[in-house]
């Protein structure tokens, strides 16, 4: 158990449709990743926030967003869903912005598009 | 831009035979270099790290050392076992180009019995 947590584990919506997915990060970590795995692009980075705030950001797209809150979770927003958003989802985790510092990885949410 | 790339599988294995998944990087700069495992329904696990050329990193008897002639990481272990059966993960990350995890493709490890 990395200590990170998403909900939910399984999401299966129709296109077109808004989904949220939630992330808890490991305590006393302030930053949180969000990465998407799929079939045809493999592990891809979305976006990290740092402490409430947005640091990095890298394959997202427009329709997707993303925001980090006060007591530190963080939930990423897809909208106007299509058939190629479905993929797993992950939630990473570490404690500040240092390149070397180890990123603790959560079970992932599992998105299905219809 | 920075990329890494490995060996595709599946690689199939028996029991306690040698194992090496080869991860080769682009970087421009010195990154740090990462092995991250996730089983069957899981999410990643890190697995080991070197931060500079000629460290080596250890666990659960895998290790790889970061080369920086030959901008490689492969992951080798000497004896494997089903239980690490599992996909494995080459990554990087520079921090001149913030704290993103780039992966590589993945490589399917299956060790039959």
Not at chain 1, 3 to 16: E, F, M, R, Y
Not at chain 1, 78 to 87: H, K, N, R, Y
Not at chain 2, 62 to 70: L, M, Q, V
Request: aromatic share 12%; net charge negative.
């Amino acid at each position: 158990d990395s200590g990170v947590t998403q909900t939910p584990k399984h999401l299966i919506t129709a296109t077109g449709q808004r989904v949220t997915l939630r992330c808890s990060p490991r305590s006393g970590d302030l930053s949180v990743y969000w990465y998407q795995q799929s079939l045809d692009q493999g592990l891809q980075f979305l976006i990290q926030y740092y402490n409430g705030e947005e640091r990095a950001k890298g394959n997202i797209l427009e329709r997707f967003s993303a925001q980090q809150f006060p007591d530190l979770h963080s939930e990423l927003n897809l909208s106007s869903l299509e058939l190629g958003d479905s993929a797993l989802y992950f939630c990473a985790s570490s404690v500040g912005l240092a390149g070397a510092g180890t990123q603790y990885f959560g079970p992932g949410t599992r998105l299905t598009v219809l | 831009g920075n990329s890494v790339t490995q060996m595709e599988g599946p690689v199939t294995l028996s029991e306690e035979a040698f194992l090496t998944i080869n991860c080769t990087y682009t970087a421009t700069g010195y990154p740090s270099l990462f092995w991250y495992v996730q089983y069957p329904g899981e999410g990643l696990q890190l697995l080991l790290k070197a931060t500079k050329a000629d460290d080596k990193g250890s666990n659960k008897g895998f290790e790889a050392t970061y080369r920086k002639e030959t901008t490689s990481f492969h992951l080798e272990k000497g004896s494997v076992q089903v239980s690490d059966s599992a996909v494995y993960f080459c990554a990087l990350i520079m921090e001149a180009a913030g704290n993103k995890l780039t992966f590589g493709g993945g490589t399917r490890v299956l060790v039959k019995p």
